[in-house]
């Protein structure tokens, strides 16, 4: 009767190491929950399988109970389920201790514990009698479930099953990526050009004709300007200046920066190679030069970074006191604040696969400066040189760009950037509420997994 046919809905199983918001590490665990959520709220059935770690945020999981035992690999697994951000998920907790470490990743036999996690996963599929779909794999950690699967459980009774892998990160654990790209029927990247960029890796190139860029989004629960307990004023586009300016000032306060009206850059981020370190120094410099302040959230995982930034950050702190702050830490609230704070927020990464910062920047209206790579080539379209681009993805341009590696680059986008805050406040007034306005959700993105896990399995 012309009605649309509707599809069957489909049964999703994650296998996965990080899970957001009890198990974060980076992206990676954010992508797990909010896709899922998404996928989820298109009707169809999604469960999560995740390690039972002693250090899971136990306070973010409703309702946790046991669900059963099994035994596996020379030890007694204990299965417990529960419901993270409305998510079921079911949480192995084998008794020779393999996840009661204090930490997710760091172990010395992080190989070994979580390629140990993935077949019991599998075999816990299969003991408790799953039929699922599609069983979705995530970087290095997981990606032993493609070929476990299809070298044993695929006979055993878990048939109707196909395997989608996604690279979150080429960087680590290319070896075990390569082999997960041989054995997945499916593969994704989070972004379109980041996988450009990786096509000619050995890891990829053979796999090109089932391999796909899916951008990420950002879950728009979690990252809301009109309801967020880390800010001061609520706000939307309609009233993104007063409610930024609250922010700002309330930012300021808190880190103890002048309180004034003078460009804010904001910069939050792991500080590794891949974030652009030479790039963020310098660019901090050039901010105090043109009169702006500048707030750097983040943290390194190398201590000769994190030493190299506590010398900055003295030299900075008696330099240009009530200018710049840096915070050099992981602080979630304080991101919140810098987010609807800050003027602009600079990624200058050398690469990204897909970058969350800058979308979530956008939701607070802050106006992205950032190089363009990976997916940040994707989601920011320069204001004086991207506009074609834009409009072919019916997108109004939002933000500054630059393309090199060095100094002249960064100064090239923030120079335009800060100039428009002393010359252009309407112009970036305007510029503010339609980067807002922007949709960076998961919405478009769910729609393209489900038509890769519809196309997985014809
Ligand atoms: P990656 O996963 O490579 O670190 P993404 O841009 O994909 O980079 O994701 C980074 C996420 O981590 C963002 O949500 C960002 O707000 C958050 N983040 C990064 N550093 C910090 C920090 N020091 N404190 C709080 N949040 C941070």
């Known amino acids: 009767f012309g009605g649309v046919v509707k599809e069957p809905p489909m049964h999703i199983v994650h296998i996965a190491v990080e899970m957001a918001p009890i198990a974060k590490v980076g992206g990676l665990g954010d992508v797990v929950t909010s896709l899922s959520r998404t996928v989820q709220d298109l009707n169809h059935n999604v469960d999560i399988i995740l390690p039972k770690y002693d250090c899971l945020k136990f306070s973010d999981v409703k309702d946790l109970g046991y669900n059963r035992s099994y035994h596996w690999g020379g030890t007694e697994i204990k299965v417990w389920f529960g419901k993270v951000e409305g998510l079921s998920v079911y949480f192995l907790e084998p008794q020779n201790g393999f996840f009661s470490k204090g930490c997710v990743y760091g172990c010395n036999n992080d190989k070994e514990r979580f390629a140990f996690f993935c077949h019991a996963a599998l075999e816990f599929l299969l003991q408790g009698g799953f039929h699922p779909d599609i069983i979705h794999c995530h970087d290095?950690?997981?990606?032993?479930?493609?070929?476990l699967f299809k070298d044993h459980y695929v006979h055993y009774g878990l048939s109707k099953a196909r395997i989608v892998f996604t690279i979150h990160n080429l960087e680590f654990g290319t070896h075990h990526i390569g082999k997960a790209m041989t054995y997945a029927d499916k593969a994704t990247t989070v972004s379109h050009t980041y996988s450009k960029e990786v096509a000619g890796d050995p890891a990829i190139a053979p796999h090109l004709h089932k391999f796909y860029g899916i951008l990420n989004g950002i879950d728009q629960d979690m990252w809301d300007p009109f309801n967020d307990k880390f800010i001061p004023v609520s706000y939307t586009s309609e009233n993104l200046v007063e409610g930024k300016r609250a922010a700002k000032e309330a930012l300021q306060q808190k880190v103890g920066l002048r309180k004034s009206d003078?460009?804010?850059?904001?910069?939050?981020?792991?500080?590794?190679?891949?974030?652009?370190i030479h790039?963020?120094?310098?660019?901090?410099?050039?901010?105090?030069?043109?009169?702006?302040?500048?707030?750097?959230?983040?943290?390194?995982?190398?201590?000769?970074?994190?030493n190299d930034f506590v010398n900055l950050a003295n030299e900075l702190h008696?330099?240009?006191?009530?200018?710049?702050?840096?915070?050099?830490?992981?602080?979630?609230?304080?991101?919140?604040?810098?987010?609807?704070?800050?003027?602009?927020?600079?990624?200058?990464?050398?690469?990204?696969?897909?970058?969350?910062?800058?979308?979530?920047?956008?939701?607070?209206?802050?106006?992205?400066?950032?190089?363009?790579?990976?997916?940040?080539?994707?989601?920011?379209?320069?204001?004086?040189?991207?506009?074609?681009?834009?409009?072919?993805?019916?997108?109004?341009?939002?933000?500054?760009?630059?393309?090199?590696?060095d100094i002249a680059g960064v100064d090239y986008a923030l120079n335009r950037a800060i100039s428009a805050y002393y010359d252009g406040r309407e112009w970036l007034n305007s510029l503010c509420k339609t980067v807002m306005e922007q949709d960076w959700s998961w919405n478009r993105p769910a729609l393209d997994y489900m038509e890769l896990y519809r196309a997985a399995r014809k």
């Open 140 to 147: 290095w950690s997981s990606a032993p479930v493609a070929w």
């Open 262 to 276: 003078l460009p804010l850059v904001g910069i939050i981020t792991r500080l590794t190679h891949q974030k652009g």
């Open 279 to 306: 790039l963020i120094k310098h660019a901090i410099w050039r901010t105090l030069d043109r009169g702006g302040q500048v707030v750097l959230l983040g943290s390194a995982p190398d201590p000769r970074i994190q």
């Open 318 to 405: 008696s330099s240009h006191a009530d200018r710049a702050r840096l915070c050099l830490t992981y602080d979630e609230p304080l991101s919140h604040l810098i987010y609807a704070g800050a003027d602009f927020i600079l990624v200058p990464s050398i690469f990204e696969p897909c970058g969350l910062t800058q979308l979530v920047a956008m939701r607070y209206g802050s106006i992205p400066v950032v190089r363009k790579t990976g997916g940040l080539y994707d989601t920011v379209f320069d204001v004086d040189h991207d506009k074609e681009r834009a409009q072919a993805l019916d997108l109004e341009p939002n933000g500054f760009s630059f393309d090199g590696a």
